[in-house]
């Protein structure tokens, strides 16, 4: 049974109920019963189960009970759609012609699209539609659902929906479709664009930047372009009433500012580019072509081994050029060996360098020196001025056999070439 059918049963035992209610009212006015001055519902409800038959009595408490389980029924079960949701995508996965990719995504947008367009879509976690995109803005408003479909020419279709609520208590949401017009649009475009002017792409990260009372929701994403090249992007989504719009000159280059940017490589490359919240910067690679006669040729374009950084300065993103990209977390190797008794032992130990002139290792009095390349320095150690003399307590494993290596040189006197003994000529 459909929701609409399930609809129409609740209201013909609406309006079942009314005309019951209704028939006791008037049997109560003939009688003269002190409830007909009562206008309320619950009085007439209380009246018909107390004061009419026991017959009377127990079928409206069925009523209520089959009114009450349709009800129940007729719920949305997340669960059972995400099943669904998942089936139709993996089919959809695994077609291998454009026409069978065609049928099982229009029944798979069809499903998606009611979904979300259920109340408690922000609650839905999409777990098992592995290859979906699901992202959430870090304030809850925005959650942005895409997908892309690879053709057999190499060439993607992407599909979007972006639903917003104006606040975590609203129960009313807004679901916006983006619809993939980029055969209608330049390769690039730098202007403003509405949800039906959509040039298609999959988002993974979003940040909201809050500026002159409005927040504005830049938005990374991935387009996978050609067969030869990749194109990342940085773009800005903000809402204007009921309408969806993308593009917005939040990006500052010297003098220059910008609506949205593209950033074209080689599809043989990878190129980084995410947000770092700790230090509120959008950090990338920076591309350079393999050779200085690919300039203007993308398809050629690689990462550098440098990295520039748009960061957020007063509520607008200022590029900034060869920055330092910086780990977030250390890491911990894991050592393992084994034991005489032939057991297994691991260790976990920081996967960070130790700097060897500390904590009394390496070679006694060096001292490790940079050489820069422009530097006259040819070594990377030099003795100290005034070495120290340890004690021989305090003397490591390797600074002890060094002394004792250098005390035997100072006593033996130093040999000729010619012991004294005659060679033998070679014949």
Same mark, same amino acid.
């Given at each position: 049974m459909t929701n609409l059918n399930v609809l129409q049963f609740v209201r013909l #035992?609406?309006?079942w109920t009314i005309r019951?209610? =209704?028939?006791?009212?008037?049997?109560?006015?003939?009688?003269? #019963? +002190?409830?007909?001055?009562r206008k309320s519902f619950l009085r007439n409800v209380t009246c018909l189960l107390f004061k009419r038959s026991n017959s009377m009595r127990v079928s409206f408490v069925l009523l209520l009970t089959l009114f009450a389980s349709f009800h129940t029924w007729g719920q949305f079960d997340a669960y059972a759609r995400e099943n669904d949701l998942a089936v139709l995508l993996d089919s959809l996965r695994n077609s291998r012609t454009n026409q069978q990719k065609e049928k099982w995504n229009t029944q798979f947008k069809t499903l998606i699209d009611q979904t979300l367009h259920e109340p408690s879509v922000f609650d839905i976690s999409f777990t098992k539609l592995r290859t979906l995109g699901v992202i959430d803005s870090p304030d809850k408003l925005v959650r #942005?659902?895409?997908w892309n479909v690879e053709q057999d020419d190499g060439t993607q279709k992407y599909y979007a929906y972006v639903v917003h609520r104006n606040s975590l208590k609203d129960t009313k949401i807004k679901v916006i479709e983006l619809i993939d017009k980029s055969f209608l649009l330049t390769a690039k475009p730098e202007e403003t664009l509405a949800a039906d002017m959509w040039y298609g792409a999959l988002y993974y990260q979003i940040i909201p930047v809050e500026k002159a009372n409005k927040t504005y929701y830049t938005v990374l994403g991935w387009d996978g372009g050609t067969r030869m090249s990749n194109t990342k992007l940085i773009d800005v989504i903000y809402f204007t009433g009921n309408s969806l719009k993308l593009g917005y000159p939040l990006f500052k280059s010297g003098e220059a500012t910008a609506k949205r940017l593209?950033? &074209? %490589?080689? &599809?043989? +490359?990878?190129? +980084?580019?995410r947000? /770092?919240? &700790?230090?509120?910067?959008? #950090?990338?690679?920076h591309l350079m072509p393999e050779t200085p006669t690919m300039v203007g040729f993308y398809e050629f374009y690689v990462p550098d081994m440098s990295y520039d950084a748009f960061i957020l300065d007063n509520n607008r993103w200022v590029l900034k050029e060869d920055v330092i990209a910086i780990n977030k977390t250390e890491h911990t190797v894991s050592l393992s060996q084994i034991e005489k008794n032939g057991e297994i032992t691991t260790t976990k130990t920081p996967s960070k360098w130790i700097d060897p002139t500390e904590g009394g290792s390496g070679s006694a009095n060096d001292v490790h020196v940079a050489v820069l390349p422009d530097s006259d320095v040819t070594n990377t150690t030099e003795a100290a001025k005034? !070495?120290?003399?340890k004690d021989r307590k305090d003397m490591t494993a390797l600074e002890r056999y /060094? =002394?004792?290596?250098? %005390?035997?040189? /100072? /006593?033996? !006197?130093?040999t000729t070439l010619n012991s004294g003994k005659k060679r033998k000529p070679k014949k």
């Open positions: #035992i609406v309006v019951i209610i =209704a028939r006791v009212k008037m049997n109560c006015l003939r009688r003269r #019963i +002190s409830c007909i001055c #942005i659902v895409n593209f950033y &074209e %490589h080689s &599809e043989k +490359s990878v190129m +980084s580019l947000y /770092e919240p &700790e230090y509120k910067r959008i #950090i990338f690679d005034k !070495p120290v003399k /060094e =002394a004792k290596k250098k %005390h035997k040189k /100072e /006593e033996v !006197p130093p």
